[in-house]
């Protein structure tokens, strides 16, 4: 199964709604990231999306958001600087905390290296910690505006460029970056650190790189990326990045340590074993006859982890399953040249005074519609013979029927 994205949104520094993607890994995540993208980038330059593609097919999940006034997040980015920048990633974090689970490695871009540095202390729970092109010290962006910097200064703000477009750069934000020092910060974090840097970085020199793996304590890794630039703009230095990173990675977020799922219970035969994974709300694990083995879960629209399928969906697996075997085993008994067979079924709910034939008259019950596809080259009333077939099979049978459910307390 492929990974898979949801779009979230949070609260940032000021209140403002923040819009993310949450990149999910097919299973159950053995951790969590967090993205903290460049200077007025956004969370879908394409070296956030490798990053996360990458670290989702080691099993990591990734949030990737854009900061306040920036991509689609709301607020005003003229109000925004380095500090509030860093909230936002705080907040970030206790999003994740709050829904799913801390982040284990926080990973930063540019300026969001810089924030990430910041930051650290602030996520206990992050293990690890990677920089692409980050400044050593967050006043080193001010050089993208260095020619409006008089008019910064005397008027309190100016419209500067960046990227090509248009944006208000406020005296305050000049103020807030040159009181921050990253020094201790990196020196004190006590995270396994990994360095990106371009030896050509025309915006923020390979100096930077220096300085922050020396101010680090061990364990700490720096690879050089030759040739690249600042955006990782050519695909194939954005795809290097994304892949020594998420190998990098499972080194410091072995599953212990990222709070794994538990193993499930194995089953024995003709039995099933259900149980929490201590993944997310909603995330079970089940064991199926000591042999078979899956995740259920709820969407993360209804504050799951989107980690398998829901009840109704495993409820509809086995009827479908049970409706297609049916078929089969018909077929060639009566020797019909069926090629295959497709059940589609959906749940719902409809009003029971609408369902004619339904005991039930008030209120509202469940429907579910199955709808049979069978492909060979038969005739219709061959055709029909197998679909009507499909009503007889066990399952079937058993929703119909008056059904003993006990639960008692296992000693």
Not at 143 to 155: A, G
Request: glycine share 8%; net charge negative; proline share 4%.
């Amino acid at each position: 199964m492929a990974s898979k994205s949801e779009k979230i949104t949070f609260s940032g520094f000021d209140g403002s709604l923040l819009a993310g993607k949450l990149d999910l890994p097919s299973g159950a995540p053995l951790a969590y990231a967090l993205w903290a993208h460049c200077f007025s980038c956004s969370k879908d330059v394409f070296a956030a999306s490798r990053v996360a593609r990458s670290l989702t097919e080691k099993g990591i999940a990734v949030l990737r958001f854009d900061f306040t006034g920036l991509g689609t997040s709301e607020g005003d980015f003229a109000n925004t600087n380095f500090s509030s920048n860093v909230q936002d990633l705080i907040s970030a974090a206790d999003y994740l905390r709050a829904h799913f689970e801390a982040p284990k490695m926080l990973i930063g871009h540019s300026l969001g290296g810089a924030a990430v540095l910041a930051a650290a202390a602030h996520v206990p729970e992050a293990l690890a910690i990677c920089t692409i092109g980050a400044p050593a010290d967050p006043a080193h962006v001010a050089d993208q505006f260095s020619s409006s910097r008089d008019e910064i200064d005397k008027h309190g703000q100016a419209e500067v460029s960046l990227a090509g477009r248009p944006f208000t750069i406020k005296k305050q934000f000049l103020d807030d970056i040159e009181g921050r020092k990253l020094e201790q910060s990196i020196a004190t974090m006590r995270k396994a650190l990994l360095v990106f840097h371009s030896p050509i970085d025309a915006v923020v020199g390979i100096e930077n790189a220096g300085n922050i793996f020396q101010a680090a304590k061990h364990p700490k890794s720096f690879v050089t990326l030759d040739n690249a630039d600042h955006m990782l703009s050519n695909r194939q230095d954005a795809v290097y990045v994304a892949d020594v990173l998420a190998s990098w990675a499972t080194r410091y977020l072995d599953a212990s340590q990222a709070g794994a799922a538990r193993p499930v219970t194995s089953a024995v035969p003709g039995t099933v074993v259900v149980e929490e994974t201590g993944k997310g709300k909603f995330a079970n694990a089940v064991s199926i006859g000591g042999k078979h083995s899956f995740l259920a879960d709820e969407p993360v629209s209804y504050g799951g982890t989107d980690t398998g399928p829901t009840p109704y969906d495993l409820l509809l697996a086995g009827l479908g399953a049970c409706k297609a075997m049916t078929m089969r085993m018909y077929a060639e008994h009566k020797g019909y040249p069926m090629e295959q067979a497709r059940v589609t079924l959906k749940h719902d709910k409809i009003h029971a005074e609408d369902c004619e034939t339904c005991e039930t008259k008030s209120g509202r019950m469940d429907r579910i519609v199955a709808e049979i596809e069978v492909v060979g080259d038969m005739d219709a009333e061959t055709r029909q013979k197998i679909v009507d077939i499909a009503d007889k099979c066990p399952v079937h049978k058993t929703l119909h029927s008056e059904v003993l459910i006990e639960s008692r307390q296992k000693p």
